[in-house]
Nanobody, 120 residues
């Protein structure tokens, strides 16, 4: 069974930075299309950043160069470095991935989320 666990959220001031981590167990190598989503109160969950099937990174328009998506295969982790955070970035951030190996293909996995709050 695959589990995704996020960490790194917190309270920061306008303009601050955070780095979110998503640990995949038992291994990241069962997963593909790794992505970060966010959901603010009263709003729909939206894509923040993702690794595409072609191996590229894709960012939502609102990121505007402020966030960086990366992965560490050795530690089975995906990171989202967020800089110049704004109050409108306040949301719960979720890690998401699709199962890609035979035992997990066709499944989508979500973490429990980590809260990011940006004060003005």
């Amino acid at each position: 069974q695959v589990q995704l666990v996020e960490s790194g959220g917190g309270l920061v001031h306008d303009g601050g930075s955070l780095r979110l981590s998503c640990g995949a167990s038992p291994t990241i190598f069962r997963l593909c299309n790794l992505a970060w989503y966010r959901q603010a109160p009263g709003k729909q969950r939206e894509l923040v950043a993702e690794f595409t099937s072609g191996g590229y990174t894709n960012y939502a328009a609102f990121v505007k160069g402020r966030f960086t998506l990366s992965r560490d295969n050795a530690n089975s982790a995906v990171y989202l470095k967020m800089e110049d955070l704004k109050p409108e970035d306040t949301a719960k951030y979720y890690c998401n991935a699709d199962g890609c190996t035979r035992s997990v293909r066709g499944r989508s996995y979500w973490g429990q989320g980590t809260q990011v709050t940006v004060s003005s």
